[in-house]
C-alpha cells in the first residue's frame, strides 16, 4: 500500500495532467465550432451544385454526351479513399473508420466479381492503423485543421485523373459524419463514377436556363468542380468529427482526473489521520512508561 508521500506526489501528478487536458478540451472547443460553422456552410453550396448539375443532365438532348465521370465500369480496380485525423486522442474516431474501410474491403473482395483494393490515406493515423491491412498508392499527410478547397484539389485531382485513365474503375470514400457535438458515424460513400441523374419527379418543372456555350460545355466544366466540392465537403466533416469527438474526450479526461483526484486525497487524508493517530498512541505509551 503506497504511504502518504507516494500518495501526495500521485495527486500532484494527476492534477498536472488535468491541466493539460482541461487545456486540450478547450482548445478543441473553439476549434469545433469553428469546424462545424464551415460544414453547416458548406452543405447547402454542395447541395445546390448537385441540383443544378441534375438539371445540366437533363438538358442534354440525350446520355451519349454525358462526361465520362458517369461512366460505370466493372469494378476491378478500386481506389479507397480514407479520411482520419493527423493527431489521436479523439476517443474511437479513428478506430471505427478503420473498422468501416475494412469492412468495405472485406466486402469488395468477396463479392462475385472481387475487386482489389488501393488505399489513399488522408490523415497520419488512419494511414498507420491500415498500411499493413491496405496497399496505400497515395498519401495526404497535411490537411491543415483549418483545410480550405485547395487543400482538397490535390486528392481530388489524383482520384479524378486515376479513374479517367482507367487506373481505377470506381473511388469509394470512407469518413466520419458529424452528426452532432455527441456523434460521429462512420460512413461509405462512392465518389466516382458520378451517379447519374435521377429523372425529374412527375409535375416538376425543367428551369428554363439558357446554358452558354451549351448544356454539355457547362456540365464537362462543372463536374470536376462538383467531384472537388464534395470531397472538400467530407474533409470538412471529418474535421468536424475530430474536434468534437476530441473536445468530448478530454472532457471525459478531465472529469475522471478530477474523481482520481478526491479518491487520492481521500486517500490521503485517512493515511495522515492514521500516521497521527500512531504518533499519538506511540507518545502515550512512551509517557505511560516514564511515569512507572
Do not use: W
Not at 465500369?73 to 473508420?97: D, F, I, K, P, Y
Not at 474501410?101 to 488522408?122: N, Q
Not at 497520419?124 to 491500415?130: A, E, S
Amino acid at each position: 500500500m503506497p504511504n502518504a508521500r507516494e500518495t501526495r506526489n500521485r495527486i500532484k501528478g494527476v492534477e498536472s495532467t488535468r491541466q493539460i487536458t482541461r487545456a486540450m478540451q478547450l482548445v478543441a472547443t473553439s476549434k469545433m465550432n469553428r469546424a462545424q460553422d464551415a460544414v453547416r456552410a458548406t452543405r447547402p453550396y454542395a447541395d445546390k451544385i448537385g441540383e443544378v448539375l441534375r438539371h445540366l443532365a437533363h438538358a442534354l438532348p440525350s446520355e451519349d454526351g454525358l462526361h465520362p465521370l458517369f461512366e460505370a465500369r466493372r469494378e476491378r480496380n478500386v481506389a479507397l479513399v480514407v479520411l482520419s485525423t493527423n493527431r489521436g486522442l479523439c476517443g474511437a474516431l479513428n478506430t471505427n473508420v478503420a473498422r468501416r474501410a475494412l469492412e468495405f474491403a472485406e466486402e469488395a473482395g468477396a463479392g462475385e466479381e472481387e475487386s482489389d483494393i488501393s488505399m489513399v490515406g488522408v490523415g497520419k493515423v488512419g494511414i498507420r492503423m491500415l498500411g499493413g491491412s491496405l496497399p496505400v498508392v497515395a498519401s495526404f499527410l497535411e490537411v491543415p485543421d483549418r483545410p480550405r478547397i485547395t487543400d482538397v484539389t490535390p486528392i481530388a485531382r489524383l482520384v479524378v485523373d486515376g479513374f479517367e485513365s482507367r487506373e481505377f474503375d470506381a473511388v469509394h470514400v470512407v469518413y466520419p459524419e458529424f452528426v452532432n457535438t455527441l456523434t460521429q458515424r462512420p460512413e461509405h460513400v462512392q465518389l466516382l463514377p458520378v451517379k447519374r441523374p435521377e429523372a425529374l419527379e412527375a409535375g416538376e418543372r425543367r428551369p428554363d436556363y439558357i446554358y452558354e456555350p451549351n448544356a454539355e460545355t457547362v456540365l464537362n466544366m462543372l463536374l470536376p468542380r462538383y467531384v472537388e466540392m464534395y470531397l472538400y465537403r467530407l474533409v470538412l466533416e471529418t474535421t468536424a468529427s475530430e474536434q468534437s469527438a476530441r473536445m468530448v474526450a478530454m472532457r471525459n479526461a478531465t472529469e475522471n482526473a478530477s474523481d482520481l483526484i478526491d479518491e487520492l486525497t481521500l486517500s490521503y487524508n485517512r493515511q495522515r489521520q492514521a500516521s497521527i493517530t500512531n504518533e499519538m498512541i506511540d507518545i502515550a505509551a512512551g509517557a505511560n512508561a516514564l511515569a512507572q
